[in-house]
């Protein structure tokens, strides 16, 4: 079992960072592929961004992609996700997910196994 707890979510203007965090609690973090998703108002969930077990192997969603970084940090089991230019269309609810699959490639809410409560990013223009 693993227990996720995001936070670093708030209210920015565009053009501002934020950087999101994921506790993690339980056995075997360091084996799981950890993502970010995200749900806008009225919209499905989407992946942003994914990191294998070992951090050596990043994902990100296209539309996220040179503005977002996800890192972690095994000795804290922690995973970062730091947005800098956000604009308006990155308000969303932010999730952390793992997936048991510390290898995994495909990046969509049926393949993780665990997820956080979420954390609201907020960027107003």
């Known amino acids: 079992q693993v227990q996720l707890v995001e936070s670093g979510g708030g209210l920015v203007q565009a053009g501002d960072s934020l950087r999101l965090s994921c506790a993690a609690s339980?056995?075997?973090?360091?084996?799981?592929?950890m993502g970010w998703f995200r749900q806008a108002p009225g919209k499905e969930r989407e992946f942003v961004a994914g990191i294998s077990w070992s951090g050596v192997f990043t994902y990100y969603a296209d539309s996220v992609k040179g503005r977002f970084t996800i890192s972690r940090d095994s000795a804290k089991n922690t995973v970062y996700l730091q947005m800098n230019s956000l604009k308006p269309e990155d308000t969303a609810v932010y999730y952390c997910?793992?997936?048991?699959?510390?290898?995994?490639?495909?990046?969509?809410?049926?393949?993780?196994?665990?997820w956080g409560k979420g954390t609201l990013v907020t960027v107003s223009s």
């Open positions: 997910a793992a997936s048991s699959n510390g290898f995994l490639r495909t990046w969509h809410g049926d393949a993780m196994d665990y």
């Open positions: 339980g056995r075997s973090f360091s084996s799981y592929a």
